[in-house]
Nanobody, 120 residues
Framework: QVQLVESGGGLVQTGGSLRLSCAAR????????MGWYRQAPGKQREMVAV??????NYADSVKGRFTISRDNAEDTLYLQMNSLKPEDTAVYYC???????????????WGPGTQVTVST
């Protein structure tokens, strides 16, 4: 019932900034959680920043550098990334958990990902 599409990834130098966007095609009846995850080659996918029931949480490694925000009117999620480091290099995925219908199951929804590469 919803498709998530990330944009804004690219190649930047250490210390640079990027702003990721996640646009939703279609909508969910109810959303309990939304956020950003990332996965580097050979490593497990990890949480970067999530908003769950109005409460925002960041990974310790990005606190003070990344900011998650949303535009409810446009149904768009953002991740502002500043002071980027080589260890931030990964594929970044948009995430939502919710119901397509009030009687439906609570499911995870993922975007296809966008590559972020931070060079030294």
């Amino acid at each position: 019932q919803v498709q998530l599409v990330e944009s804004g990834g690219g190649l930047v130098q250490t210390g640079g900034s990027l702003r990721l966007s996640c646009a939703a095609r279609g909508s969910l009846f109810s959303i309990v959680s939304m956020g950003w995850y990332r996965q580097a080659p050979g490593k497990q996918r990890e949480m970067v920043a999530v908003i769950t029931r109005g409460i925002t949480n960041y990974a310790d490694s990005v606190k003070g550098r990344f900011t998650i925000s949303r535009d409810n009117a446009e149904d768009t999620l953002y991740l502002q990334m500043n002071s980027l480091k080589p260890e931030d290099t990964a594929v970044y995925y948009c995430y939502r958990n919710g119901q397509a219908r009030s009687w439906g199951s609570w499911d995870d929804y993922w975007g296809p990902g966008t590559q972020v590469t931070v060079s030294t």
